[in-house]
C-alpha cells in the first residue's frame, strides 16, 4: 500500500437551493487502501460521492483524480477514467440475465468504432465474467433474469459488474444496507479480497459501524455537510464529536 | 413575407385585431392545456386523445346548431356528456394503463385518438364546420379591428369555467381528494381516499373541461374530424412550457400560443399556422432540454 | 447471429419468393407486408431493444421518399420544373436513365435518411420517455406541414414519380422482390447487430441508462448509431414505397403519422418488442388484420384498427413473445445452472 493519494477533494462546497448539503469539504483517498466515509442519515454522503462521479457541477472547490482536476467532467468521462461508483438504491440492468449484464460491464475506457461491433461473448470475456460471478456466488443464477434475484443478490451483482469494469478507484454508497447480516461477512470478505487481490482502491459510505471500522483503515466522518472528523477507526470512534453527531442525530 | 410584417408596422392597428384574435382562441386552448395538466399531474397519464376530446365537445354543439338549438346549450351539453364519456373511458381502459410505464398511457391515448377521429368522421364527414351563433359582428378603430359578439362571449365563459374549476379544487372535498392523491397516491390511499374514484373523477372532469372549450372553439373558430391532434400538441406545447401545477402558466403560455399562432399564420401565410404550432413544440422541448442540462438530476 | 434454422426460415423465405407467382393478384398487398415487417423491426431497434419510443419514425420514411424521388427526377431533368408541371409534362425514361436513377435514389434515401437521423440525434437524445415520444411526433407531423409548402418539390400537391419503362407486371415483380429484399436485409442486420456488443449497450441503456453512464458507456454515440439505422432501413423502404403509388404528396403518402406512423409501433408490441422475432410476427398478423378488417368492417376499418391497437396496449402489453417467454422462461435459456452440469 502506498500513500500517493488517487482522490483529492479540496474546499468542495455543493447546495441544492436553501440546502447546503457540502460545505468546504477536504479529503484525500490514498491510493490501494480501503477508505470509509460515515455521517449520520443526510450528513451529505451521497452528495459528496455524487460530486466526485460528476452527477452535478460543485459550487467551489476542486476534486482531483490521480492529478487531474476532474470536477468539470461529465459521469461516463470520470467512469472512463477508472473512477467508478455503485448505487445506494441498487442499480442493474434488470431485464438482462447476469451473464449479459457482465458483458456490457467491460471497461469502456478505449471503446473505438470497431469495438462497438464486436461479438458480444468473446471466450476471455466469458471466462472472466463466470469467474466473476463465481467470486460473488452467482454463477447458479446467471441465466436469471437480474429483476428477477433478490435484493441482496442485485447488490453482489452490482458489485461483480463493477470489478468487470476493473476500475482503479471504486466507490461504494452503503454496499451492505439492506443485505440479510448472514451475508454481511460474506460480503466483507468480498471486498477486502477485490482490495487486496485486484488492487482496487475503494472509498466506503457505510452506516454500520462494526462493519466499516474492521474494514478501513482511514475513516471520514461528515455532519450537517461538514467534515467534523478524520483518523484510524480507533480515533474517529472514540471521538466525541463523532459521538456526539450519531447520538444527537437520531 | 417582409410584406406581411411591412403592413403590421405601416399599419399597427392589424396588430390589435391579430392580438384579440389571439387572446380570445388562446384562452380556450389554455383551458383544454388545464385539463391535461390536471391529469398528467394528478394520475401522470399523458393523454394524447386530449384534442379529440375537444372535437366530440365541438360537435355536440355544432351538431344542437343543426338541430335548431343554439349552440350555446352545447357547452353544458357537452361538459355533462364528455364528463361522462370520461368516466367510461377511465373505467374500460385508462385504469388500466396508470402504474404501467409511461409510454403505454401515451399509447394507448393515441389509439383512442385514432378511433375518435375516425368516428367523428364517418359520423359528420370531414368538412370543416363553424357552430352559428348568430350574434352581431361588430367593427372598432374606423373598422379596422372587427369582433364578433360571440367571441366575447367565449373569452368570458373561458374565465368563468377556469374559475369554477380553480374553486372547485379549492373548496370541494373531491377536489381536496384529488389535490392530495396528487401529492402523494400512497398516502392518500391510506388516509382512506378511494383514489381509483378520484382518477376517474380526474379524468372525467379532464374530458368535461375539454369538452366545453371545445363548445367555445366551435362556435369561434372551426372544427374538424382530423383536427384533434393539432390541439393534443397545443396542449402538450402549453403544459411543456408551463409546467403542471402552475395554473397562471397555463394560461399565460395558451394565450401567447394563440397570440404566436395568428402571428406565424399572418406572417408566413396561412399554411404556416399548422406549422407553427409543431414548431412551437420543438422549440419548447429543446428549451427544456437545455434547461435539463443546467440542472443535471442527481442520483441517490 | 442467429444460424440458419430450415424450419424457421425456409417457410418465410419459399414464401417470400413465390407469392408473386401464386397469387399474383396480390403482388402489391405482400409487398407491403415486406414494407411492414422492415417498419416493425426497425421502430423495434430504438422503441423495444433501447427503450426511446418513438412516435415519428415515420418521418425518415418520408424523407428517404423525398430524396429518392428528387434523385430521380434530376437524373434526368429539372427539379423545379418538373414539378411545376405538375406531371403535366410526361418524361419517358429510358430503361438506362431509369434504373440508373432508381439505384442511385435509393442508395441516396438509405444514406440521407441515416445522416439526417444522426444530425437530429444530437437535439433529440436529451429528451426522455414521454417528451421524446412527443417530440419525434412533432418531427414527423411538422416536416408533412413543412413538405406542403415547399414548392421546389411539389408543395401539397405532391409529385407524380418518374413511370416505369415497362409493362406494369414487371414493375410489380421488381418492386415486390426490391422490397423483400429490403426486409431480409434489414432483419439479418438486426439479427447480427444484437449479437454484438452493440446490442447489450442498447439494452443496457434501455433498462438504465443513467447506470449506463456511470458504467463509462457512450450511450450518445449508441443511441445516435441506433437511431440512423432505423433510418438507413426506413429510407430504403420508403424510396420503395414512394415509387410503388406512382404518386408522392406530403400528408397521406410521405409522412401518414398516424396511420403508418403507428402501425409500426402496434406491430412491435403485438409481436412482442425487445426480440428479434416479435416485430416480424406482429407485422404479419396486424397484416392480415388490417386486410381483414378492409374486407369485414366496411366504413368502419380505421375504428377497428384503433380499437386493436387500444386493446393491444391495454390488454396484451407484452406481445406474443413477450407472454410466450413469460410462459415457457426454460425455453429460452432462462435457467438455474449447476456449476458441476456446465462444465
Ligand atoms: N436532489 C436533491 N435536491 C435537494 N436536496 C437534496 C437532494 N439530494 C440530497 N438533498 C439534501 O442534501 C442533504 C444531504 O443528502 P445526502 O447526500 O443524500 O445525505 P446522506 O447520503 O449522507 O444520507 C439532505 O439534507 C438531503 O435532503
Ligand atoms: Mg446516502
Redesign the interface.
Known amino acids: 500500500m502506498t500513500d500517493a493519494p488517487v482522490i483529492e477533494v479540496t474546499g468542495v462546497s455543493k447546495s441544492?437551493g436553501g440546502v447546503v448539503a457540502n460545505e468546504n469539504v477536504s479529503l484525500t483517498v490514498p491510493a490501494g487502501g480501503i477508505t470509509g466515509l460515515i455521517g449520520p442519515n443526510g450528513s451529505g454522503k451521497?452528495?459528496l460521492f455524487?460530486s466526485i462521479v460528476g452527477?452535478?457541477?460543485i459550487d467551489t472547490g476542486s476534486i482531483k483524480f490521480k492529478g487531474e482536476e476532474i470536477s468539470t467532467y461529465r459521469v461516463p468521462q470520470i467512469a472512463r477514467l477508472g473512477l467508478l461508483r455503485t448505487?445506494?438504491?441498487t442499480r442493474i440492468y434488470s431485464n438482462m440475465n447476469c451473464i449479459d449484464n457482465m458483458l456490457i460491464s467491460i471497461p469502456h475506457r478505449r471503446t473505438g468504432f470497431r469495438d462497438m461491433f464486436k461479438d458480444r461473448a468473446d471466450k476471455p470475456t466469458l471466462e472472466e465474467v463466470d469467474r466473476l460471478l463465481d467470486f460473488v456466488g452467482l454463477y447458479e443464477k446467471r441465466r436469471l433474469i437480474s429483476g428477477d434475484l433478490s435484493f441482496g443478490q442485485q447488490k453482489l451483482l452490482e458489485f461483480a459488474m463493477a470489478l468487470m469494469n476493473k476500475p482503479e478507484v471504486l466507490l461504494l454508497d452503503e454496499p451492505t444496507a439492506g443485505i440479510n447480516p448472514t451475508l454481511i461477512n460474506g460480503l466483507i470478505d468480498r471486498l477486502r479480497r477485490a482490495n487486496e487481490e485486484l488492487g482496487i482502491t475503494l472509498f466506503v459510505i457505510e452506516h454500520n459501524m462494526r462493519v466499516i471500522m474492521n474494514m478501513a483503515q482511514t475513516i471520514y466522518c461528515l455532519a450537517h455537510g461538514q467534515l467534523l472528523a478524520h483518523g484510524t477507526p480507533d480515533e474517529v470512534q472514540n471521538d466525541q464529536r463523532v459521538i456526539d453527531a450519531y447520538l444527537g442525530a437520531h | 413575407m417582409w410584406d406581411n410584417i411591412a403592413i403590421l408596422t405601416a399599419a399597427p392597428v392589424f396588430n390589435i385585431q391579430l392580438l384579440l384574435d389571439g387572446l380570445f382562441i388562446g384562452a380556450t386552448f389554455a383551458l383544454a392545456a388545464y385539463g391535461l395538466a390536471l391529469v398528467w399531474g394528478v394520475m401522470n397519464v399523458?393523454n394524447l386523445a386530449q384534442g379529440d376530446f375537444v372535437m366530440m365537445g365541438g360537435y355536440i354543439a355544432w351538431w344542437l346548431g343543426t338541430q335548431g338549438i343554439h349552440p350555446l346549450w352545447g357547452l353544458p351539453a357537452s361538459i355533462v356528456i364528455m364528463f361522462a364519456f370520461g368516466w367510461a373511458v377511465y373505467v374500460l381502459?385508462i385504469r388500466?394503463?396508470i402504474d404501467?410505464d409511461?409510454?403505454?398511457s401515451?399509447?394507448?391515448t393515441?389509439?383512442?385518438?385514432?378511433?375518435l377521429?375516425?368516428?367523428l368522421n364517418?359520423m359528420f364527414g370531414p368538412e370543416v364546420q363553424t357552430a352559428e351563433s348568430d350574434f352581431p359582428i361588430r367593427s372598432y378603430f374606423d373598422n379596422a379591428v372587427t369582433i364578433a359578439d360571440i367571441k366575447l362571449v367565449a373569452f368570458g365563459l373561458c374565465g368563468l369555467l377556469a374559475l369554477a374549476v380553480v374553486l372547485f379544487m379549492k373548496n370541494s372535498r373531491m377536489g381536496q381528494a384529488i389535490r392530495a392523491t396528487a401529492q402523494d397516491a400512497r398516502a392518500a390511499r391510506v388516509m382512506g381516499i378511494d383514489t381509483d374514484r378520484v382518477y376517474a373523477f380526474t379524468y372525467a372532469l379532464n374530458a368535461a373541461i375539454c369538452g366545453a372549450a371545445g363548445a367555445l372553439i366551435s362556435m369561434i373558430w372551426v372544427i374538424q374530424p382530423f383536427y384533434g391532434?393539432s390541439h393534443s400538441?397545443r396542449s402538450?406545447v402549453i403544459v411543456?412550457a408551463a409546467g403542471f401545477g402552475n395554473l397562471p402558466g397555463v394560461i399565460m403560455a395558451g394565450l401567447g400560443l394563440g397570440v404566436m399562432e395568428q402571428y406565424g399564420g399572418f406572417v408566413l401565410?396561412a399554411?404556416?399556422q399548422?406549422?407553427t404550432v409543431?414548431?412551437l413544440?420543438?422549440g419548447v422541448?429543446?428549451w427544456?432540454?437545455i434547461e435539463?442540462?443546467r440542472h443535471?438530476?442527481?442520483?441517490? | 447471429m442467429e444460424k440458419f434454422n430450415p424450419k424457421l426460415h425456409l417457410p418465410i423465405l419459399v414464401f417470400g419468393l413465390a407469392a408473386p407467382f401464386v397469387v399474383p393478384g396480390l403482388t402489391i398487398q405482400v409487398a407491403v407486408l415486406w414494407v411492414m415487417v422492415l417498419f416493425a423491426l426497425t421502430w423495434d431497434v430504438m422503441g423495444g431493444q433501447m427503450g426511446y419510443?418513438s412516435?415519428g419514425n415515420i418521418f425518415f420514411f418520408g424523407a428517404g421518399m423525398y430524396i429518392c424521388a428528387i434523385v430521380q427526377i434530376a437524373f434526368i431533368t429539372d427539379v423545379g420544373a418538373y414539378t411545376a408541371s405538375n406531371g403535366g409534362v410526361r418524361i419517358t425514361f429510358t430503361h438506362q436513365e431509369y434504373f440508373m436513377g432508381l439505384i442511385c435514389g435509393i442508395i441516396a434515401a438509405a444514406i440521407g435518411s441515416a445522416l439526417i437521423a444522426a444530425a437530429l440525434g444530437w437535439?433529440v437524445f436529451?429528451?426522455r420517455?414521454?417528451?421524446f415520444?412527443?417530440?419525434t411526433?412533432?418531427?414527423a407531423?411538422?416536416a408533412g406541414?413543412?413538405m406542403?409548402?415547399w414548392e421546389w418539390v411539389g408543395g401539397?400537391g405532391g409529385i407524380s414519380m418518374p413511370v416505369y419503362p415497362g409493362s406494369a407486371d414487371g414493375k410489380a415483380y421488381l418492386f415486390y422482390f426490391l422490397c423483400f429484399a429490403a426486409a431480409v436485409g434489414t432483419y439479418l442486420f438486426c439479427s447480427w447487430l444484437y449479437s454484438t456488443r452493440f446490442g447489450l449497450a442498447i439494452n443496457a441503456i434501455r433498462d438504465d441508462e443513467?447506470k449506463a453512464e456511470a458504467m463509462g458507456v457512450h450511450t450518445l454515440r449508441y443511441k445516435t448509431i441506433a437511431w440512423a439505422v432505423s433510418a438507413f432501413f426506413l429510407g430504403i423502404s420508403g424510396a420503395l414505397f414512394g415509387n410503388i403509388t406512382g404518386f408522392i404528396e406530403p400528408l397521406e403518402v410521405a409522412f401518414p403519422t398516424?396511420t403508418f406512423g403507428?402501425f409500426m409501433?402496434?406491430m412491435s408490441?403485438l409481436g412482442g418488442k425487445g426480440t428479434l422475432w416479435g416485430p416480424v410476427l406482429g407485422a404479419f398478423l396486424f397484416h392480415f388484420l388490417k386486410e381483414f378488417t378492409w374486407t369485414y368492417f366496411l366504413?368502419?376499418q380505421?375504428?377497428a384498427?384503433?380499437?386493436l391497437?387500444?386493446v393491444n396496449?391495454?390488454?396484451f402489453?407484452q406481445g406474443i413473445m413477450g407472454w410466450l417467454m413469460e410462459k415457457f422462461p426454460e425455453k429460452f435459456g432462462i435457467v438455474v445452472e449447476k456449476k458441476e452440469a456446465a462444465e
Open positions: 441544492y451521497t452528495t455524487n452527477y452535478h457541477p448505487f445506494q438504491q | 399523458k381502459m388500466r394503463v404501467k409511461m409510454f403505454t401515451l399509447l394507448a393515441f389509439g383512442l385518438a385514432i378511433v377521429a375516425q368516428a364517418l391532434i400538441i402538450f411543456t401565410g399554411e404556416y399548422q406549422a409543431v414548431a413544440l420543438l422541448l429543446v427544456r432540454q435539463m442540462r443535471r438530476q442527481v442520483v441517490q | 419510443n412516435l437535439t436529451g429528451l420517455g414521454p417528451y415520444a412527443i417530440g411526433l412533432g418531427i407531423l411538422a406541414e413543412l406542403g409548402t401539397g443513467q398516424v403507428i409501433v402496434a408490441l366504413g368502419w380505421w375504428v384498427l384503433g380499437v391497437i387500444i396496449v391495454v390488454f402489453q
